[in-house]
């Protein structure tokens, strides 16, 4: 098991994102049940839509 921030795993996987989310997203902590080394690309996918749909939640509509 490990921990890391969005941020680790954008860098990683879609580095082009990065510029695009916000602090908080990127400051998100992700329990990896394998670790970095086992994080597939899809998988990564996956996470960072879902951390960036959970931060919109809480965002106040304009």
């Not at 941020?7 to 970095?36: C, F, H």
């Amino acid at each position: 098991m490990e921990t890391v921030k969005l941020s680790r795993i954008v860098m990683k996987w879609t580095p082009e994102l990065y510029p695009s989310l916000k602090q908080a997203e990127l400051d998100s902590q992700i329990v990896l049940a394998n670790g970095m080394e086992a994080l597939e690309f899809n998988d990564a996918l996956e996470i960072i839509q879902y951390s960036i749909s959970e931060h919109q939640k809480d965002a106040p509509l304009h």
